[in-house]
Structure formats: C-alpha cells, structure tokens
Antibody
Framework: VQLVESGGDLVQPGGSLRLSCVAS????????MNWVRQAPGKGLEWVAN????????YYMDSVKGRFTISRDNGKSSLYLQMNSLRAEDTAVYYC??????????WGQGTLVTVSS | DIVMTQSPDSLAVSLGERATINCKSS????????????LAWFQQKPGQPPKLLIY???TRESGVPDRFSGSGSGTDFTLTISSLQAEDVALYYC?????????FGQGTRLEI
C-alpha cells in the first residue's frame, strides 16, 4: 500500500493550492479517503473525507466553503482544492485511506505553508 | 463535536515495564448498529506519519506486536503496552470515528 502526496508549497494568505495523492497497492475505489493535517509541533486534525464513489463528503467546520475534496478512481487519485488559505492552515497534509473509517493507510505528507 | 481527552500528556516508563495511556470521549462512541466502540489508537514517531495500532477499541492491526492492547467502552478507553521496548518511544493518539467530524486526542508522549 502506497500513498504519495504532492502539491504542498509556500503560498500567501488568501491564495489557493491543490494537493494531490496517488494511491497504489490496493483497490483505491473501495476505500473511503481522507485528508488529515498536522501543524508544526502540534497534534493530528482531520480535515475532510470522501466516500468510495465520491457521492458523500464531510468537512471540518473551519474549512467548509474553502476546501473541496474530490477523487478520480480511474487515476487512483485524491485531491484537495484549498482556497482562501489562512496562516492557521499551515501544516503537513496527509492523504489517508480507510477500510470504512479505520485509517489504515497513510502517506508521508506534503507541507503547506501559508505566509506572506 | 466529540472531544477526545488523553491522559497523561507525557509518560516515562522503564524498559520492560507496563505503560498505560487513557482516553476519554465527551460522549459515547458506541455504534448501536455495529455494537462496536469506534475508537482507534495511533503511534507516531518523529518525522513519520502515524501508524494504526488498534481499531474498534481492541482489535490489533495486522503486524502490530501483541504487547499492545486496547480496552474500554462507552467514553473511557485505554491503550496498554505490556512490556515497554525502546522502539515504543513515540507519540500516541486516540481517535473516534463514530461520526464526522472525526476527532483525535491531543496526544501522549511516551518516553523511557
């Protein structure tokens, strides 16, 4: 099982960024997929998840209306479109796969830094 | 939202001794349909992503040593390491996945 994130970067407050995650080694289309973030030196914070067919999505309150999770099962890929970025969005973002909502597959993470 | 509170924040245990980490949820994490408490434990070492240790309160993930065990029900849960090894030094997090938002405890740092 392998999850590889990309797209992290330094961006100014109010800017946008799109994270990607490519999966291999398991049947991507059968997994709920999640984004979990970890601010520097802080704990884990779940951001959003998406059902196997993309029909159901959930978000944490502070990113609703700013972030959009999506997936392309044909490409075994997960995405996170992040708009109106704030300093408090600075974190390592992990792509996480789950059997149901059990988080059993984690990527290495990609760093998003929001700063002027 | 379900708030997860771990205790202690940090813990020092001698090699070979037992380590116990507690996790309390602000409301029940019992799934009435599955009759399971949706509580998981993760281990995170520096510079690495978290690793799933335990799910459904007490089910050990494949490949996890049997010195790790989970217990509890309702709102009170425990991760126990029966005989601490040097490689167990890490941060440990509990997590509830009964419903969205999925929430984590603040973490417990385990040291020798």
């Amino acid at each position: 099982v392998q999850l590889v994130e990309s797209g992290g970067d330094l961006v100014q407050p109010g800017g946008s960024l799109r994270l990607s995650c490519v999966a291999s080694g398991f049947t991507f289309s059968t997994y709920w997929m999640n984004w979990v973030r970890q601010a520097p030196g802080k704990g884990l914070e779940w951001v959003a998840n998406i059902k196997q067919d993309g029909s159901v999505k959930y978000y944490m309150d502070s990113v609703k209306g700013r972030f959009t999770i999506s997936r392309d099962n044909g490409k075994s890929s997960l995405y996170l479109q992040m708009n109106s970025l704030r300093a408090e969005d600075t974190a390592v973002y992990y792509c996480v796969g789950g059997r149901g909502w059990v988080f059993d597959a984690w990527g290495q993470g990609t760093l998003v830094t929001v700063s002027s | 939202d379900i708030v997860m509170t771990q205790s202690p924040d940090s813990l020092a245990v001698s090699l070979g001794e037992r380590a116990t980490i507690n996790c309390k949820s602000s409301q029940s994490v019992l799934s009435s349909s599955a009759n399971k408490n949706y509580l998981a434990w993760f281990q995170q070492k520096p510079g690495q992503p978290p690793k799933l240790l335990i799910y459904d309160t007490s089910t050990r993930e494949s490949g996890v040593p049997d010195r790790f065990s989970g217990s509890g029900s309702g709102t009170d849960f425990t991760l126990t390491i029966s005989s601490l090894q040097a490689e167990d030094v890490a941060l440990y997090y509990c997590q509830q996945y009964l419903g969205a938002p999925i929430t984590f405890g603040q973490g417990t740092r385990l040291e020798i």
